[in-house]
């Protein structure tokens, strides 16, 4: 018997596969999650219906849009990608290029979409979820899936990179889409006060998008809502909070420990 053969993408898609289903499972049994719930009451089960339903409209005609954007980009050799080795540096820079370019995409388009009449028509479908959680990321209109999605073809028909950072981004993509919506906070206490990691988003921050229906409109990062002054001015005492109830519970008979 064959075992079937991956590329090294493939190899990174299944490592990654893996280590999602097994770190719910174990978070999920353990209580890991309950723990760190940012709204330990927002889950409705009503919610969660609409968020079937339109998540897999939307799964269906995104998919069919992009594919065929990118199979006609590509074959007409607008999308080109590097197939050459290629140091480390050069990979970073071109990942890097990609990350803050889209966090620049989404921070204005989303912020464009609050307003009316584009509110209504394209991104009221995701504020129904106001306590996100994991399926909240497909839970959008498609034309919604089509502006966010669309960045990627775009950023490659400007940029020919390598194929292993076309791997990156995707994951990037997946992951970043699934954390910030979780609804659950894993970043540590100390994650805002650090010069260097506060510029990055966290889920709390999102989740107060959707809690409040305004500010906190970047993607990856907090660069755009710091300059704009678009951050909830009372994000970080939040973020705290939810930290707080985390050591509240760790604490003997559910007190919090001494600081």
């Not at 596969?17 to 009451?41: C, D, E």
């Not at 089509?146 to 020919?160: A, Y």
């Amino acid at each position: 018997m064959h075992l079937p053969q991956l590329s090294g993408n493939g190899w990174l898609h299944a490592w990654l596969y893996l280590m999602v289903a097994t770190g719910i499972v174990t978070g999920i049994g353990s209580g890991f999650f309950r723990a760190r719930k940012i709204q330990p009451n927002g889950f409705k089960w009503a919610i969660l219906r609409h968020e079937v339903l339109f998540a897999t409209i939307t799964i269906f005609i995104t998919a069919a849009i992009l594919g065929f954007l990118n199979r006609q980009l590509i074959a007409h050799g607008i999308i080109r990608f590097r197939h050459t080795p290629a140091r480390w540096w050069m990979l970073a820079i071109e990942y890097i290029a990609y990350f803050f370019l889209f966090d620049t995409w989404f921070y204005w388009l989303h912020r464009w979409m609050h307003n009316e009449p584009i509110y209504r028509w394209v991104h009221k479908l995701h504020h129904k979820s106001t306590s996100p959680n994991l399926l909240t990321t497909l839970s959008v209109s498609p034309i919604e899936s089509v502006i966010n999605g669309g960045f990627v073809p775009l950023f490659l028909s400007l940029f020919s990179v390598h194929d292993v950072v076309v791997g990156l981004i995707v994951q990037t993509n997946i992951v970043m889409g699934l954390y910030v919506h979780s609804g659950h906070e894993f970043l540590p206490r100390w994650w805002n006060r650090s010069w260097a990691s506060k510029w990055f988003i966290s889920a709390t921050f999102h989740d107060q998008h959707h809690r409040y229906f305004t500010g906190n409109f970047g993607g990856y990062t907090t660069i755009w809502d710091r300059i704009c002054g678009t951050m909830r001015p009372r994000f970080e005492g939040d973020f705290l909070k939810v930290k707080d109830r985390l050591r509240g519970a760790d604490g003997p008979h559910g007190a919090a420990p001494a600081t």
